[in-house]
């Protein structure tokens, strides 16, 4: 009995920024690897960020530079700041996250997804 909800997205300019949140809440006892995915229309779903538990990450090569994933554990919370945005960003962006319940197995669960919209 695991969700995440998700924060932060909306309508930014090029060049502006977005701090997307995604809260993750219920019978937990651990999360480990949370990551960022987004999908554009027309487009497949993939993998902008992720991050272990113990603070690696890894990013899609389209916005090395400009994004930073993080984790605060002690909040069960993952964070993305954008900066330096583009109009490809576009977007909806979906938390995932692999938890373990308590007394339970460990899940790949995921947000709703937050629009992500970047004008020029």
């Known amino acids: 009995q695991v969700q995440l909800v998700e924060s932060g997205g909306g309508l930014v300019r090029a060049g502006g920024s977005l701090r997307l949140s995604c809260a993750a809440s219920?019978?937990?006892?651990?999360?480990?690897?949370m990551g960022w995915y987004r999908q554009a229309p027309g487009k497949q779903r993939e993998l902008v960020a992720a991050?272990?538990?113990?603070?690696?990450?890894n990013y899609a090569d389209s916005v090395k530079g400009r994004f930073t994933i993080s984790r605060d554990n002690a909040k069960n919370t993952g964070y993305l700041q954008m900066n330096s945005l583009k109009p490809e960003d576009t977007a909806v962006y979906y938390c995932n996250a692999d938890i373990e319940i308590m007394l339970g197995p460990e899940d790949t669960y995921w947000g709703q997804g937050t629009q992500v919209t970047v004008s020029s």
């Open positions: 219920g019978n937990i006892f651990s999360i480990n690897a």
């Open positions: 991050i272990s538990r113990g603070g690696s990450t």
